[in-house]
Protein backbone atom coordinates (compact mmCIF):
# COMPACT_ATOMS: atom_id res chain seq x y z
CA UNK A 1 0.00 0.00 0.00
CA UNK A 2 1.22 3.14 -1.22
CA UNK A 3 2.20 5.91 2.00
CA UNK A 4 -0.54 8.50 1.85
CA UNK A 5 1.87 11.67 2.31
CA UNK A 6 -0.31 15.28 3.67
CA UNK A 7 -0.25 17.86 1.43
CA UNK A 8 1.19 21.51 2.16
CA UNK A 9 -1.46 23.96 3.15
CA UNK A 10 -0.09 26.41 0.86
CA UNK A 11 -2.60 29.34 2.05
CA UNK A 12 -0.61 29.05 5.52
CA UNK A 13 2.90 29.38 3.71
CA UNK A 14 1.65 32.55 2.38
CA UNK A 15 0.04 33.61 5.80
CA UNK A 16 3.41 32.90 7.77
CA UNK A 17 5.22 34.82 5.24
CA UNK A 18 3.10 38.38 5.84
CA UNK A 19 3.26 37.75 9.35
CA UNK A 20 7.06 37.31 8.78
CA UNK A 21 7.74 39.99 6.65
CA UNK A 22 5.27 42.56 8.54
CA UNK A 23 8.21 42.75 11.15
CA UNK A 24 11.10 42.21 9.28
CA UNK A 25 13.37 44.25 11.75
CA UNK A 26 12.53 41.77 14.61
CA UNK A 27 12.30 38.72 12.69
CA UNK A 28 16.28 39.75 11.74
CA UNK A 29 17.33 40.34 15.60
CA UNK A 30 15.16 37.04 16.55
CA UNK A 31 16.90 34.86 13.60
CA UNK A 32 20.85 36.43 15.03
CA UNK A 33 20.11 35.21 18.24
CA UNK A 34 19.19 31.90 17.42
CA UNK A 35 22.14 31.64 15.33
CA UNK A 36 24.22 33.13 17.62
CA UNK A 37 22.64 30.97 21.00
CA UNK A 38 23.13 27.91 18.92
CA UNK A 39 26.86 28.45 17.72
CA UNK A 40 27.96 30.23 20.82
CA UNK A 41 30.69 27.10 21.58
CA UNK A 42 32.32 27.01 18.14
CA UNK A 43 35.88 28.65 18.24
CA UNK A 44 35.29 31.35 15.55
CA UNK A 45 32.85 33.28 17.54
CA UNK A 46 34.91 32.39 21.23
CA UNK A 47 38.26 33.83 19.68
CA UNK A 48 35.79 37.06 18.63
CA UNK A 49 34.96 37.90 22.25
CA UNK A 50 31.21 37.73 22.16
CA UNK A 51 31.05 36.04 25.35
CA UNK A 52 27.15 35.15 24.67
CA UNK A 53 26.15 38.28 23.42
CA UNK A 54 23.42 38.29 20.33
CA UNK A 55 22.46 41.75 19.61
CA UNK A 56 23.48 42.81 16.48
CA UNK A 57 25.73 45.93 17.91
CA UNK A 58 27.52 43.39 19.84
CA UNK A 59 27.66 41.54 16.92
CA UNK A 60 29.10 44.14 14.16
CA UNK A 61 30.74 45.42 16.70
CA UNK A 62 33.39 42.03 17.62
CA UNK A 63 32.77 39.84 14.09
CA UNK A 64 34.07 41.44 10.89
CA UNK A 65 33.03 41.11 7.30
CA UNK A 66 34.90 37.97 5.91
CA UNK A 67 35.87 36.87 2.19
CA UNK A 68 35.79 33.19 1.20
CA UNK A 69 40.03 33.32 1.59
CA UNK A 70 39.26 34.26 5.62
CA UNK A 71 36.98 31.11 5.83
CA UNK A 72 39.30 28.78 3.79
CA UNK A 73 41.77 27.34 6.92
CA UNK A 74 38.96 27.03 8.81
CA UNK A 75 37.12 24.65 6.35
CA UNK A 76 40.89 23.19 5.90
CA UNK A 77 40.93 21.66 8.98
CA UNK A 78 37.30 20.35 9.05
CA UNK A 79 37.88 18.70 5.88
CA UNK A 80 40.68 17.44 7.17
CA UNK A 81 38.93 15.68 10.07
CA UNK A 82 38.90 18.12 13.07
CA UNK A 83 35.35 17.13 14.76
CA UNK A 84 35.94 19.81 17.06
CA UNK A 85 33.26 23.00 16.93
CA UNK A 86 35.17 25.16 14.65
CA UNK A 87 32.46 27.35 13.22
CA UNK A 88 29.38 26.11 14.21
CA UNK A 89 28.12 24.47 17.76
CA UNK A 90 27.69 21.25 16.18
CA UNK A 91 30.55 19.52 14.37
CA UNK A 92 29.98 20.20 10.92
CA UNK A 93 29.16 16.66 9.08
CA UNK A 94 28.43 17.69 5.25
CA UNK A 95 30.74 19.86 2.69
CA UNK A 96 29.68 22.18 -0.02
CA UNK A 97 31.40 22.53 -2.93
CA UNK A 98 30.49 25.78 -5.27
CA UNK A 99 30.53 24.81 -9.22
CA UNK A 100 33.85 26.77 -9.34
CA UNK A 101 32.75 28.28 -12.50
CA UNK A 102 32.99 31.83 -11.12
CA UNK A 103 36.79 31.46 -9.26
CA UNK A 104 38.27 28.91 -11.38
CA UNK A 105 38.16 26.14 -8.70
CA UNK A 106 35.32 24.51 -6.43
CA UNK A 107 35.02 26.79 -2.96
CA UNK A 108 34.37 24.10 0.24
CA UNK A 109 31.57 26.00 2.37
CA UNK A 110 30.00 24.16 5.29
CA UNK A 111 26.64 22.70 5.39
CA UNK A 112 24.24 21.11 7.68
CA UNK A 113 20.63 20.39 8.49
CA UNK A 114 19.71 23.68 9.11
CA UNK A 115 20.87 24.92 5.76
CA UNK A 116 18.37 22.40 4.44
CA UNK A 117 15.61 23.54 6.20
CA UNK A 118 16.32 27.10 4.93
CA UNK A 119 16.33 25.79 1.31
CA UNK A 120 12.86 23.96 2.15
CA UNK A 121 11.18 26.81 3.77
CA UNK A 122 12.33 29.13 0.22
CA UNK A 123 11.14 26.52 -1.60
CA UNK A 124 7.80 26.13 0.19
CA UNK A 125 7.15 29.61 0.59
CA UNK A 126 8.45 30.26 -3.95
CA UNK A 127 6.11 27.04 -4.67
CA UNK A 128 3.08 28.98 -2.76
CA UNK A 129 3.16 32.29 -4.99
CA UNK A 130 3.85 29.89 -7.88
CA UNK A 131 0.93 28.06 -7.38
CA UNK A 132 -1.77 30.81 -6.15
CA UNK A 133 -0.92 31.73 -10.07
CA UNK A 134 -0.06 28.57 -12.00
CA UNK A 135 -2.30 26.33 -10.13
CA UNK A 136 -0.49 22.17 -10.15
CA UNK A 137 -1.50 19.58 -8.67
CA UNK A 138 -0.78 15.45 -9.25
CA UNK A 139 1.18 15.98 -11.79
CA UNK A 140 4.59 15.57 -12.96
CA UNK A 141 7.77 18.21 -13.78
CA UNK A 142 9.76 17.31 -16.54
CA UNK A 143 13.11 18.97 -14.11
CA UNK A 144 16.74 18.44 -16.37
CA UNK A 145 18.41 18.70 -12.28
CA UNK A 146 21.47 16.16 -11.65
CA UNK A 147 22.88 15.09 -8.49
CA UNK A 148 26.60 15.19 -8.54
CA UNK A 149 28.47 12.23 -6.77
CA UNK A 150 29.38 12.81 -2.96
CA UNK A 151 32.80 12.10 -1.99
CA UNK A 152 34.55 11.59 1.27
CA UNK A 153 37.02 14.38 2.12
CA UNK A 154 40.58 13.35 3.53
CA UNK A 155 38.74 13.46 7.23
CA UNK A 156 36.05 11.32 6.36
CA UNK A 157 33.34 14.06 5.57
CA UNK A 158 30.70 13.56 2.84
CA UNK A 159 31.47 16.73 0.49
CA UNK A 160 29.02 17.08 -2.27
CA UNK A 161 27.45 20.27 -4.37
CA UNK A 162 24.95 22.08 -2.53
CA UNK A 163 21.84 20.94 -5.26
CA UNK A 164 23.21 17.30 -4.61
CA UNK A 165 23.43 18.18 -0.49
CA UNK A 166 20.25 18.89 -0.79
CA UNK A 167 18.42 16.57 -3.30
CA UNK A 168 19.81 13.75 -1.33
CA UNK A 169 18.71 14.82 2.03
CA UNK A 170 15.82 13.07 3.55
CA UNK A 171 14.23 16.63 5.07
CA UNK A 172 14.41 17.66 1.29
CA UNK A 173 12.47 14.79 -0.64
CA UNK A 174 9.62 14.49 1.83
CA UNK A 175 9.19 18.26 1.53
CA UNK A 176 8.99 17.66 -1.77
CA UNK A 177 6.34 15.11 -1.64
CA UNK A 178 4.37 17.52 0.11
CA UNK A 179 4.51 19.67 -3.12
CA UNK A 180 2.19 16.73 -4.84
CA UNK A 181 4.26 17.60 -7.80
CA UNK A 182 6.42 14.26 -8.26
CA UNK A 183 9.42 14.52 -10.72
CA UNK A 184 9.42 12.40 -14.10
CA UNK A 185 12.34 10.62 -13.90
CA UNK A 186 13.53 8.07 -11.28
CA UNK A 187 16.42 9.01 -9.06
CA UNK A 188 18.61 7.24 -10.64
CA UNK A 189 18.84 9.40 -13.94
CA UNK A 190 18.87 12.15 -11.44
CA UNK A 191 22.09 10.94 -9.74
CA UNK A 192 23.14 9.23 -12.34
CA UNK A 193 27.18 8.96 -12.97
CA UNK A 194 27.48 10.30 -16.70
CA UNK A 195 25.53 13.70 -17.57
CA UNK A 196 25.23 12.99 -21.46
CA UNK A 197 23.02 9.61 -20.02
CA UNK A 198 20.83 11.14 -17.73
CA UNK A 199 20.12 14.16 -19.88
CA UNK A 200 18.61 11.70 -22.43
CA UNK A 201 16.79 9.85 -20.20
CA UNK A 202 14.79 13.20 -18.58
CA UNK A 203 13.80 13.91 -21.73
CA UNK A 204 12.82 10.02 -22.39
CA UNK A 205 10.90 10.30 -19.38
CA UNK A 206 9.31 13.25 -20.43
CA UNK A 207 8.14 12.02 -23.63
CA UNK A 208 6.21 9.09 -21.70
CA UNK A 209 4.69 11.09 -19.45
CA UNK A 210 3.70 13.86 -21.84
CA UNK A 211 0.48 14.21 -21.14
CA UNK A 212 1.18 14.22 -17.13
CA UNK A 213 3.96 16.99 -17.47
CA UNK A 214 2.83 20.43 -15.98
CA UNK A 215 5.96 22.36 -15.26
CA UNK A 216 9.33 22.04 -17.33
CA UNK A 217 11.94 23.14 -14.93
CA UNK A 218 16.15 23.50 -13.88
CA UNK A 219 18.06 24.90 -11.55
CA UNK A 220 19.40 27.12 -14.49
CA UNK A 221 17.40 28.37 -17.45
CA UNK A 222 20.95 27.48 -19.34
CA UNK A 223 20.34 23.53 -18.75
CA UNK A 224 16.24 23.91 -19.78
CA UNK A 225 18.04 25.79 -22.91
CA UNK A 226 20.87 22.78 -23.87
CA UNK A 227 18.31 20.26 -23.06
CA UNK A 228 16.09 21.30 -25.96
CA UNK A 229 19.08 22.06 -28.20
CA UNK A 230 20.02 18.31 -27.62
CA UNK A 231 16.09 16.98 -27.99
CA UNK A 232 16.49 18.30 -31.63
CA UNK A 233 19.38 16.38 -32.09
CA UNK A 234 18.44 13.03 -30.31
CA UNK A 235 14.78 13.31 -30.96
CA UNK A 236 14.13 10.58 -33.93
CA UNK A 237 16.14 8.11 -30.87
CA UNK A 238 14.24 8.80 -28.47
CA UNK A 239 10.81 7.73 -30.51
CA UNK A 240 12.63 4.68 -31.49
CA UNK A 241 13.10 3.91 -28.04
CA UNK A 242 9.28 4.45 -27.55
CA UNK A 243 8.00 2.70 -30.65
CA UNK A 244 10.18 -0.35 -29.66
CA UNK A 245 10.17 0.04 -25.93
CA UNK A 246 13.89 -0.55 -25.59
CA UNK A 247 16.21 2.06 -24.01
CA UNK A 248 19.42 3.03 -26.83
CA UNK A 249 22.78 1.36 -26.31
CA UNK A 250 24.25 4.72 -26.01
CA UNK A 251 22.96 4.63 -22.44
CA UNK A 252 25.26 1.98 -20.14
CA UNK A 253 24.73 2.97 -16.97
CA UNK A 254 23.17 -0.21 -15.36
CA UNK A 255 21.39 1.43 -12.49
CA UNK A 256 19.67 3.83 -15.18
CA UNK A 257 18.73 0.89 -17.65
CA UNK A 258 17.50 -0.57 -14.85
CA UNK A 259 14.95 1.52 -13.85
CA UNK A 260 14.26 3.50 -17.05
CA UNK A 261 13.69 -0.54 -18.08
CA UNK A 262 10.45 -0.45 -15.56
CA UNK A 263 9.39 2.92 -17.31
CA UNK A 264 9.71 2.00 -20.87
CA UNK A 265 7.36 0.18 -22.62
CA UNK A 266 6.74 -0.62 -26.61
CA UNK A 267 4.49 2.49 -27.56
CA UNK A 268 4.34 3.05 -31.62
CA UNK A 269 1.51 5.43 -31.12
CA UNK A 270 3.15 7.61 -28.94
CA UNK A 271 6.11 7.41 -31.37
CA UNK A 272 4.52 8.53 -34.02
CA UNK A 273 2.71 11.72 -32.69
CA UNK A 274 5.88 12.81 -31.53
CA UNK A 275 7.59 12.57 -34.57
CA UNK A 276 4.63 14.23 -36.56
CA UNK A 277 4.94 17.03 -34.45
CA UNK A 278 8.54 17.39 -34.35
CA UNK A 279 8.80 17.36 -37.94
CA UNK A 280 5.78 19.87 -38.09
CA UNK A 281 7.89 22.38 -35.92
CA UNK A 282 9.38 25.44 -37.93
CA UNK A 283 12.69 25.71 -36.33
CA UNK A 284 11.59 24.29 -33.04
CA UNK A 285 9.15 27.52 -32.61
CA UNK A 286 6.90 26.78 -29.47
CA UNK A 287 8.76 22.78 -29.06
CA UNK A 288 7.84 22.68 -25.06
CA UNK A 289 4.06 23.15 -25.54
CA UNK A 290 3.84 21.20 -28.49
CA UNK A 291 5.00 18.05 -26.89
CA UNK A 292 4.43 18.93 -23.58
CA UNK A 293 0.83 20.48 -24.01
CA UNK A 294 0.34 20.51 -20.44
CA UNK A 295 2.83 22.54 -19.15
CA UNK A 296 1.62 25.82 -17.07
CA UNK A 297 4.69 27.71 -17.20
CA UNK A 298 8.78 26.86 -17.54
CA UNK A 299 10.65 27.40 -14.38
CA UNK A 300 14.33 28.09 -13.33
CA UNK A 301 17.01 30.79 -12.81
CA UNK A 302 16.40 33.50 -15.43
CA UNK A 303 18.38 36.38 -14.05
CA UNK A 304 22.08 37.57 -13.96
CA UNK A 305 24.50 35.33 -15.75
CA UNK A 306 21.33 33.49 -16.83
CA UNK A 307 19.88 36.58 -18.69
CA UNK A 308 21.30 35.40 -22.35
CA UNK A 309 19.59 32.32 -22.53
CA UNK A 310 16.18 33.49 -22.21
CA UNK A 311 15.15 34.83 -25.49
CA UNK A 312 16.24 31.43 -26.74
CA UNK A 313 14.17 29.76 -23.96
CA UNK A 314 10.86 31.89 -25.03
CA UNK A 315 11.80 31.01 -28.50
CA UNK A 316 11.65 27.13 -27.35
CA UNK A 317 8.37 28.11 -24.80
CA UNK A 318 6.25 29.66 -27.68
CA UNK A 319 3.23 31.58 -25.08
CA UNK A 320 4.35 29.39 -21.87
CA UNK A 321 5.32 32.02 -18.81
CA UNK A 322 9.09 32.02 -17.96
CA UNK A 323 9.42 32.27 -14.24
CA UNK A 324 12.21 32.86 -12.49
CA UNK A 325 13.33 31.27 -9.63
CA UNK A 326 14.06 31.88 -5.96
CA UNK A 327 17.73 33.57 -5.15
CA UNK A 328 20.30 31.52 -3.35
CA UNK A 329 23.90 30.42 -3.48
CA UNK A 330 26.31 27.63 -2.32
CA UNK A 331 26.37 29.83 0.49
CA UNK A 332 22.74 29.31 1.58
CA UNK A 333 19.35 30.69 0.39
CA UNK A 334 18.41 34.36 0.63
CA UNK A 335 14.78 35.23 -0.82
CA UNK A 336 11.86 34.08 -3.10
CA UNK A 337 10.21 35.23 -6.35
CA UNK A 338 6.82 36.29 -4.33
CA UNK A 339 5.55 37.84 -7.94
CA UNK A 340 5.85 35.50 -10.32
CA UNK A 341 3.76 36.89 -12.80
CA UNK A 342 6.78 39.28 -13.71
CA UNK A 343 8.88 38.38 -16.87
CA UNK A 344 12.56 37.11 -15.81
CA UNK A 345 13.57 41.23 -16.75
CA UNK A 346 11.00 42.58 -14.26
CA UNK A 347 11.99 39.95 -11.67
CA UNK A 348 12.70 41.15 -7.98
CA UNK A 349 13.37 38.34 -4.80
CA UNK A 350 11.43 39.36 -1.43
CA UNK A 351 14.49 38.39 1.23
CA UNK A 352 13.18 36.33 3.45
CA UNK A 353 14.38 37.29 7.14
CA UNK A 354 14.14 34.50 9.13
CA UNK A 355 16.93 32.78 6.92
CA UNK A 356 20.13 34.33 8.29
CA UNK A 357 21.02 37.38 8.96
CA UNK A 358 21.38 40.22 6.33
CA UNK A 359 23.79 43.25 5.72
CA UNK A 360 24.36 45.36 2.70
CA UNK A 361 27.72 47.08 1.51
CA UNK A 362 27.23 50.50 -0.36
CA UNK A 363 28.96 49.84 -3.14
CA UNK A 364 31.39 52.78 -3.30
CA UNK A 365 32.57 50.82 0.28
CA UNK A 366 32.65 47.65 -1.46
CA UNK A 367 34.74 48.17 -4.17
CA UNK A 368 37.01 50.35 -2.43
CA UNK A 369 38.10 47.30 -0.63
CA UNK A 370 37.83 45.08 -3.47
CA UNK A 371 40.71 46.96 -5.28
CA UNK A 372 38.62 48.98 -6.88
CA UNK A 373 39.88 52.30 -5.80
CA UNK A 374 43.31 53.74 -5.61
CA UNK A 375 42.57 54.85 -1.95
CA UNK A 376 43.25 52.97 1.21
CA UNK A 377 40.91 50.50 2.14
CA UNK A 378 38.23 51.61 4.71
CA UNK A 379 36.53 48.54 6.45
CA UNK A 380 33.13 48.93 4.97
CA UNK A 381 30.11 50.26 7.11
CA UNK A 382 27.25 47.60 6.21
CA UNK A 383 23.76 48.56 6.84
CA UNK A 384 20.62 46.73 8.09
CA UNK A 385 17.74 44.66 6.23
CA UNK A 386 15.30 46.76 6.75
CA UNK A 387 17.80 50.73 6.75
CA UNK A 388 18.23 50.02 2.80
CA UNK A 389 16.88 52.39 0.26
CA UNK A 390 14.89 52.08 -2.72
CA UNK A 391 16.96 52.63 -5.98
CA UNK A 392 20.33 52.33 -4.44
CA UNK A 393 22.31 49.15 -4.70
CA UNK A 394 24.34 47.00 -2.33
CA UNK A 395 26.89 44.28 -1.54
CA UNK A 396 25.05 41.53 0.16
CA UNK A 397 26.27 40.02 3.37
CA UNK A 398 24.84 36.95 4.88
CA UNK A 399 25.27 35.23 8.06
CA UNK A 400 23.74 31.69 8.26
CA UNK A 401 23.19 28.89 10.71
CA UNK A 402 25.81 26.95 8.72
CA UNK A 403 28.75 29.03 10.30
CA UNK A 404 29.15 31.28 7.91
CA UNK A 405 29.29 35.19 9.68
CA UNK A 406 29.36 38.37 7.76
CA UNK A 407 30.62 36.60 4.61
CA UNK A 408 30.61 38.96 1.65
CA UNK A 409 28.84 36.91 -0.89
CA UNK A 410 30.35 39.36 -3.54
CA UNK A 411 27.23 39.78 -5.43
CA UNK A 412 25.76 43.49 -6.43
CA UNK A 413 21.89 44.13 -5.86
CA UNK A 414 19.37 46.57 -6.41
CA UNK A 415 16.60 47.18 -3.93
CA UNK A 416 13.33 48.08 -6.12
CA UNK A 417 11.14 48.19 -3.22
CA UNK A 418 9.77 46.82 0.06
CA UNK A 419 7.34 43.81 0.52
CA UNK A 420 5.24 44.88 3.58
CA UNK A 421 8.90 45.52 5.34
CA UNK A 422 11.46 43.10 3.52
CA UNK A 423 13.14 44.60 0.81
CA UNK A 424 12.42 43.55 -2.53
CA UNK A 425 16.01 42.88 -4.85
CA UNK A 426 16.93 42.84 -8.53
CA UNK A 427 20.27 41.05 -9.17
CA UNK A 428 22.77 43.28 -10.63
CA UNK A 429 26.04 41.72 -11.22
CA UNK A 430 29.23 40.69 -9.18
CA UNK A 431 30.64 42.79 -6.78
CA UNK A 432 33.81 42.04 -8.81
CA UNK A 433 34.63 44.25 -12.27
CA UNK A 434 34.57 41.94 -15.27
CA UNK A 435 36.74 43.69 -17.45
CA UNK A 436 39.32 46.21 -16.63
CA UNK A 437 42.66 46.82 -17.93
CA UNK A 438 42.89 50.96 -18.06
CA UNK A 439 40.01 53.25 -16.40
CA UNK A 440 37.95 50.47 -18.11
CA UNK A 441 34.85 49.22 -15.80
CA UNK A 442 32.82 46.81 -17.91
CA UNK A 443 30.39 44.58 -15.96
CA UNK A 444 29.31 41.33 -16.99
CA UNK A 445 25.54 43.80 -18.14
CA UNK A 446 27.77 45.58 -20.33
CA UNK A 447 29.43 42.26 -22.02
CA UNK A 448 25.94 40.97 -22.32
CA UNK A 449 24.66 44.03 -23.82
CA UNK A 450 27.37 44.45 -26.36
CA UNK A 451 27.22 40.56 -27.28
CA UNK A 452 23.21 41.27 -28.08
CA UNK A 453 23.97 44.23 -30.15
CA UNK A 454 26.59 41.90 -32.50
CA UNK A 455 24.51 39.01 -32.00
CA UNK A 456 21.04 40.92 -34.08
CA UNK A 457 23.79 40.79 -37.42
CA UNK A 458 24.53 37.29 -36.99
CA UNK A 459 20.06 37.04 -36.21
CA UNK A 460 19.70 38.36 -39.56
CA UNK A 461 21.84 35.62 -41.51
CA UNK A 462 19.27 32.96 -39.53
CA UNK A 463 22.30 31.90 -37.14
CA UNK A 464 22.24 32.82 -33.30
CA UNK A 465 25.25 32.66 -31.09
CA UNK A 466 25.11 29.64 -28.74
CA UNK A 467 27.12 30.84 -25.68
CA UNK A 468 30.09 33.05 -25.20
CA UNK A 469 32.43 34.47 -22.53
CA UNK A 470 35.63 36.86 -22.63
CA UNK A 471 39.32 37.42 -21.12
CA UNK A 472 41.35 40.35 -20.87
CA UNK A 473 44.72 39.60 -22.87
CA UNK A 474 47.61 41.65 -21.21
CA UNK A 475 49.95 39.89 -23.03
CA UNK A 476 49.93 42.24 -25.61
CA UNK A 477 51.07 45.94 -25.47
CA UNK A 478 48.43 47.36 -24.55
CA UNK A 479 45.87 44.90 -23.65
CA UNK A 480 43.03 44.08 -24.85
CA UNK A 481 39.28 42.57 -24.68
CA UNK A 482 38.75 38.91 -26.00
CA UNK A 483 35.21 37.63 -26.79
CA UNK A 484 34.84 34.14 -27.38
CA UNK A 485 31.57 33.15 -29.47
CA UNK A 486 30.16 29.62 -30.32
CA UNK A 487 27.51 29.93 -33.14
CA UNK A 488 25.47 27.85 -34.71
CA UNK A 489 25.97 28.75 -38.54
CA UNK A 490 29.37 29.68 -40.88
CA UNK A 491 29.34 33.21 -41.12
CA UNK A 492 31.13 35.02 -43.78
CA UNK A 493 34.05 36.84 -43.31
CA UNK A 494 32.58 40.11 -43.77
CA UNK A 495 29.96 39.54 -41.71
CA UNK A 496 32.24 38.68 -38.51
CA UNK A 497 34.38 41.47 -39.10
CA UNK A 498 31.58 43.85 -38.65
CA UNK A 499 30.42 41.85 -35.75
CA UNK A 500 34.12 41.98 -34.09
CA UNK A 501 33.83 46.13 -34.58
CA UNK A 502 29.87 46.29 -33.30
CA UNK A 503 31.16 44.91 -30.21
CA UNK A 504 34.14 47.08 -29.98
CA UNK A 505 31.09 50.33 -30.09
CA UNK A 506 29.16 48.82 -27.47
CA UNK A 507 31.03 48.92 -24.70
CA UNK A 508 29.91 52.63 -23.96
CA UNK A 509 32.00 52.94 -20.79
CA UNK A 510 33.77 56.39 -20.85
CA UNK A 511 37.02 54.79 -19.84
CA UNK A 512 36.74 52.46 -22.52
CA UNK A 513 36.05 54.41 -25.05
CA UNK A 514 38.75 57.23 -24.13
CA UNK A 515 41.31 54.19 -23.64
CA UNK A 516 40.69 52.73 -26.92
CA UNK A 517 41.02 56.39 -28.49
CA UNK A 518 44.33 56.73 -26.74
CA UNK A 519 45.48 53.65 -27.86
CA UNK A 520 45.90 52.31 -23.74
CA UNK A 521 43.34 49.85 -24.70
CA UNK A 522 43.92 47.69 -27.67
CA UNK A 523 41.93 46.69 -30.49
CA UNK A 524 38.85 43.80 -29.81
CA UNK A 525 39.40 40.57 -30.72
CA UNK A 526 36.46 38.13 -31.42
CA UNK A 527 37.93 34.60 -31.88
CA UNK A 528 34.69 32.42 -33.15
CA UNK A 529 34.77 28.64 -31.73
CA UNK A 530 34.53 25.13 -33.01
CA UNK A 531 30.94 23.93 -32.21
CA UNK A 532 30.61 22.17 -29.31
CA UNK A 533 33.45 24.08 -27.40
CA UNK A 534 31.20 25.25 -24.10
CA UNK A 535 29.84 21.77 -23.87
CA UNK A 536 33.70 20.80 -23.27
CA UNK A 537 33.88 23.81 -20.69
CA UNK A 538 30.34 22.08 -19.13
CA UNK A 539 32.06 18.87 -18.90
CA UNK A 540 35.67 19.92 -17.56
CA UNK A 541 33.33 21.51 -14.59
CA UNK A 542 31.58 18.32 -14.12
CA UNK A 543 34.76 16.59 -13.71
CA UNK A 544 35.56 18.68 -10.90
CA UNK A 545 32.90 17.34 -9.23
CA UNK A 546 29.84 19.98 -10.51
CA UNK A 547 26.70 19.11 -11.07
CA UNK A 548 25.34 19.68 -14.32
CA UNK A 549 22.40 21.67 -12.90
CA UNK A 550 24.35 24.28 -11.11
CA UNK A 551 27.32 25.01 -14.03
CA UNK A 552 27.19 28.17 -15.34
CA UNK A 553 29.44 29.72 -18.23
CA UNK A 554 32.01 31.93 -16.81
CA UNK A 555 31.45 35.69 -18.61
CA UNK A 556 34.85 36.40 -17.62
CA UNK A 557 37.99 34.20 -17.79
CA UNK A 558 40.53 35.13 -15.64
CA UNK A 559 44.34 33.16 -15.62
CA UNK A 560 43.19 31.22 -12.82
CA UNK A 561 41.01 29.59 -15.25
CA UNK A 562 43.96 28.04 -16.68
CA UNK A 563 41.90 24.91 -18.13
CA UNK A 564 39.20 26.79 -19.43
CA UNK A 565 41.52 29.27 -21.42
CA UNK A 566 42.77 26.06 -22.85
CA UNK A 567 40.07 24.39 -24.13
CA UNK A 568 38.56 28.15 -26.04
CA UNK A 569 42.48 28.25 -27.37
CA UNK A 570 42.92 25.01 -28.75
CA UNK A 571 39.44 25.40 -30.44
CA UNK A 572 39.67 28.70 -31.99
CA UNK A 573 38.67 28.29 -36.00
CA UNK A 574 38.90 32.10 -36.85
CA UNK A 575 40.00 35.41 -35.44
CA UNK A 576 39.34 39.23 -35.80
CA UNK A 577 40.92 41.92 -34.69
CA UNK A 578 38.24 45.54 -34.38
CA UNK A 579 39.18 48.15 -37.07
CA UNK A 580 36.49 50.62 -35.07
CA UNK A 581 38.17 52.98 -33.33
CA UNK A 582 40.95 53.27 -36.57
Known sequence: ????????????????????????????????????????????????????????????????????????????????????????????????????????????????????????????????????????????????????????????????????????????????????????????????????????????????????????????????????????????????????????????????????????????????????????????????????????????????????????????????PLLTTDYGASEGCLAANVNPKLPPELTTYAVLPHLGYFEFIPPSESEQCNGGSAFPCVDPQPVGLTEVKVGEEYEFVTTNPAGLYRYRLGDVVKVMGFYNSTPQLKFVRRSSLLLTINIDKNTEKDLQLAVEAAGKLVAEEKMEIVDYTSHVDSSTEPGHYVIFWEINGEASEELLSECCNCLDKSFVDAGYVSSRKTNCIGPLELRVLRRGTFQKILDHFIGLGAAASQCKTPRSVAPSHSKVLQILSENVVRSYLSTAFN
Open 1 to 320: MLEKVEELNLEKVIEDFEALTKDAERVQRETLRRILEDNASAEYLQNLGLNGRTDPESFKAHVPLITHKGLEPYMTRIINGDASSILTGKPITTVSLSSGTTQGKPKYLPWNDELCETAVQMNQTSFAFRNREFPIKNGKALSFIYGSKQFETKGGLMAGTSTTNLFRHERYKSAMKKLQLQCCSPEEVIFGPDFHQSLYCHLLCGLIFREQVQLVSSTFAHSIVHAFRTFEQVWQELCTDIREGVLSSTVTVPSIRTAMSKLLKPNPELANLIEKKCMGLNNWYGLIPEIFPNTKYIHGIMTGSMEPYVSKLRHYAGDL
